[in-house]
């Protein structure tokens, strides 16, 4: 294959890297205890934690886990927010020998429950916010063992007790619950403190995580992430950041959850890597709450998704804060719309680094040069030991400038979907590249532009539809805050578009809209309706769900 994407590399980021220089995440996290023991390693709500603190949580509470009987491989869930408890459960799992399976708080049972059969967990942690969902599906699954926590837990005695106060009696954020038989997050730490954990043997085809898809293609699937996967790309970030080693402590800002792929590769695990301190956010969507935080740390590195940093441009409070120490702003997860991606570079100073990827690539397949200056459309090149194909509908290879699906071969690729070999054999080509159902078109520099999904593809009166650019287009509107667009069936063009707004002016019209887009958009491309709303169906990482939204229309 001719990788024309390395004659764009910005000088210095290497074709390859070698990721054998760890046998397994748990040797790239004792090197770090080891290199780091006295740097804080996490803060959350002014808690901190040190390399040397989790060093000890987590080989105490890993010690636990085999003190149960559990055996290597096992599955732990963990359902925590952006809380302290995660770094401490997520590395005592992989420490002990077992597999993580990252929850969504936020599940319905019918959700949780289906994650649980499906993975065969055996343990899981959770925040007693969310302890009532879990009640009401252990009975149907395999869960043998339940850690309960609290946003206090380990914020120290009086504050932790205070913030417990608020959040069960104040805010009333934790509906009663009953798990006969769990065990306190503390008390189990307790009872972990004289145990001594049993060093699991690991290598690079050891699993360590099963990340479950969204679920917005239908059944949520769990992609098997190997010890290698997520090792390969946290040192193929690193290469492509280039960020220094020495000098002032990088501050990551991890306001993405940690459950959340994305966040969990590009904050914790390079956090980590690099020595860096992670500023934990349990609920982003609480702007105000966040920017206070925000203003209290050098932040040098800010990975989030379009619709968070959209919403901190909207508040007066983060356009005061100082941005000098802004180093990296990593944009992923869903597309990132110039207009947002222009005002963050006017106000900060730094531009949003777009990059593309997925659960099942463990997740960064492509990025663009940190060095850009402005907005590019796209989402970069494959990073170092990746390649990325264009493919047509019979799996060959397209030449430059033309649309197909996106497919991707390196070491952060999944070995495949859990227990799902048809799954399996249907995503990945015979040659090892991952069909990632998104389309796009790489141009001879080697730079790709999604184009949308497969499945959001509107076609009207036989010409295609993107929705990514006619939302990019709207989102350009200075009287809009939020755009998402859908096809619905159309009598005379089989599909028309339709697009949710949510207003910045409470003053903007349907008319207004359609009147900007006859100059932006070609006749097919217009939208037929327009509904507004005060607020679009989203993802906990804030991606909008199109899906829901098209749900909702068949049902009506």
């Known amino acids: 294959m001719d990788k024309v994407w390395l004659k764009s590399y910005p000088e210095g980021v290497p074709a390859e890297i070698d990721s054998t220089q760890y046998r ?3 040797h790239l996290f004792e090197e770090a205890f080891r290199k780091f023991a006295d740097r804080n390693a996490y803060v959350c709500m002014d808690k901190f934690l040190t390399f040397g603190e989790l060093d000890r949580m987590s080989q105490n509470m890993g010690a636990w886990l085999q003190s149960k009987g559990l055996k290597p491989g096992a599955r732990i869930a963990i359902m925590l927010p952006n809380v302290l408890q995660y770094p401490v459960a997520m590395v005592a799992a992989l420490r002990a020998g077992y597999i993580v399976v990252n929850v969504n708080p936020l ?7 289906h994650q649980l059969i499906d993975s065969g967990a055996e343990a899981i942690i959770v925040l007693e916010n969310f302890a009532t969902t879990v009640e009401q599906v252990l009975v149907h699954t395999q869960v ?12 120290g005695g009086l504050k932790g007790m205070i913030v417990n106060l608020v959040v069960r009696k104040v805010k009333k954020l934790v509906p009663a619950f009953s798990l006969p038989g769990s065990i306190t997050f503390n008390k189990m730490m307790r009872e972990a403190a004289h145990l001594s954990l049993q060093p699991a043997k690991q290598g690079h085809d050891d699993i360590a995580f099963l990340q479950y898809t969204g679920g917005t293609t239908g059944v949520s699937k769990g992609a098997v ?18 960020m220094p080693t020495q000098g002032e402590q990088i501050v990551f800002v991890c306001a993405l959850p940690l459950y959340h792929i994305y966040s969990l590769t590009v904050s914790a695990f390079m956090g980590m890597r690099m020595g860096g301190l992670n500023l934990l956010i349990p609920n982003p969507r609480d702007i105000a709450g966040f920017v206070k935080e925000l203003a209290k740390y050098r932040v040098a590195v800010f990975p989030a998704v379009n619709t968070l940093y959209n919403a901190l441009l909207n508040n007066a409070e983060f356009a005061k804060l100082d941005f000098s120490s802004y180093k990296i702003c990593n944009g992923g997860g869903m597309a990132v719309q110039q207009v947002v991606a222009d005002r963050w570079l006017k106000l900060t100073g730094t531009p949003i680094i777009e990059g593309y990827g997925l659960s099942e690539t463990s997740p960064v397949a492509t990025a663009n040069r940190v060095d850009i200056k402005e907005f590019t459309g796209t989402i970069g090149l494959p990073i170092p030991s990746t390649e990325i194909q264009i493919l047509d509908d019979d799996g060959v290879a397209l030449p430059y400038g033309q649309p197909g699906e996106i497919a991707i071969r390196g070491p952060q690729v999944m070995a495949g979907y859990w227990q799902r070999d048809d799954e399996t054999a249907k995503s990945m080509t015979v040659d090892g590249f991952f069909k990632t159902g998104d389309v796009g078109i790489m141009d001879e520099r080697g730079y ?17 539809v993107y929705p990514n650019e006619v939302e990019g287009v709207i989102a350009g509107h200075p009287g809009v805050l939020e755009v998402a667009c859908i096809g619905v069936p159309d009598k005379n063009s089989g599909e028309a578009v339709k697009l949710f707004v949510v207003r910045k002016d409470p003053n903007l019209t349907a008319e207004m809209l359609l009147d900007f887009c006859k100059h932006e958009l070609t006749a097919y491309k217009k939208p037929k309706y327009i509904e507004f709303r005060d607020e679009l169906p989203k993802t906990n990482v804030g991606k909008i769900l199109r ?3 098209r749900d909702e229309k068949k049902a009506a």
Do not use: C
Not at 232 to 237: D, I, K, R, T
Not at 449 to 463: E, H, P
């Open 24 to 26: 397994s995440i748990t």
């Open 107 to 113: 599940y319905t049972p019918r959700e949780l429950q």
């Open 144 to 155: 043998k063992h339940v850690i309960v926590a609290t946003m206090g837990d380990m914020l």
């Open 225 to 242: 992430l190997l010890h290698r996967n997520i090792i390969a790309n946290v040192l193929q970030n690193e290469a492509w950041l280039q």
């Open 448 to 464: 790709t532009r999604i184009v949308d999904r497969k499945k959001d593809m509107i076609i009207v009166s036989g010409f295609n």
């Open 547 to 549: 899906r829901q939204l």
